[in-house]
């Protein structure tokens, strides 16, 4: 069974870089069949799709518009996870930030437990 | 654009409830599937994937949940519905980058 553990500061100053961690079990960060997605959560912006990572013999990644001058998501193979980070966030970046797997044609399939991340001073 | 239709569904237990996702463009890929997702998140959890590609269930996913649609129109039905159906519901497309989700239908119990 894959399970997606995530760990990350719940704080982040403005114009700071949040960062979040995604450990996978069950699977490979490197399963060439699938792909691993970052979406966040918040009252204002509902379920936002923020990027992904996958790896079909080279890595590639795919970022939101809204995002990608300040997002960066990576993998390590060593330690099988992925991790998030948002550079210069602002309020508006507060909400519950998930990674996901998305199967081969089936849908986000597993979840993280979310992580909190207020921006605020 | 997604939109999800109506923004809440009180339905009472054993009842039959259904919602709609409408798309802004088609989700109809040239290998026949529909790329569309449903999504249930309970009260303080992440959310599941319930149907995949329209109308395929996820594993575990009982057989009260049904999806129906193509191209930019789609449905989710739950028939007999349970307490433990209460949430709010999702639908995403797969289809374009960036992913996508609807504003959400949210299913209490009367």
């Known amino acids: 069974q894959v399970q997606l553990q995530q760990s990350g500061p719940g704080l982040v100053r403005p114009s700071q870089t949040l960062s979040v961690t995604c450990v996978i079990s069950?699977?490979?960060?490197?399963?060439?069949?699938?792909?691993w997605n970052w979406i966040r959560q918040s009252p204002s912006r509902g379920l936002e799709w923020l990027g992904r990572?996958?790896?079909?013999?080279?890595?590639?990644?795919d970022y939101a518009l809204s995002v990608k001058r300040r997002i960066s998501i990576n993998s390590d193979t060593s330690r099988n996870h992925l991790s998030l980070q948002l550079k210069s966030v602002t309020p508006e970046d507060t909400g519950v930030y998930y990674c996901?797997?998305?199967?081969?044609?089936?849908?986000?399939?597993?979840w993280g437990q979310g992580t909190l991340v207020t921006a605020s001073s | 654009v997604m939109t999800q239709s109506p923004p809440s569904l009180p339905v009472s237990p054993g009842e039959s409830a259904s919602m709609s996702c409408r798309s802004n463009?088609?989700?109809?890929?040239?290998?026949?599937?529909?790329?569309l997702d449903w999504y249930l998140q309970k009260p303080g959890r992440s959310p599941q994937l319930l149907i995949y590609?329209?109308?395929n269930r996820a594993s575990g996913v009982p057989d009260r949940f049904s999806g129906s649609g193509a191209g930019t129109d789609f449905t989710l039905k739950i028939s007999r519905v349970e307490a433990e159906d209460v949430g709010t519901y999702y639908c995403?497309?797969?289809?374009?980058?960036?992913?996508?989700f609807g504003g959400g239908t949210k299913v209490e119990i009367k």
């Open positions: 996901a797997r998305a199967g081969s044609n089936t849908g986000l399939d597993f």
């Open positions: 069950g699977d490979s960060v490197s399963n060439n069949t699938v792909a």
């Open positions: 990572t996958f790896y079909r013999a080279k890595w590639y990644n």
């Open positions: 463009q088609s989700l109809l890929y040239t290998n026949g599937h529909n790329y």
């Open positions: 590609l329209g109308s």
């Open positions: 995403m497309q797969a289809l374009h980058s960036p992913l996508t």
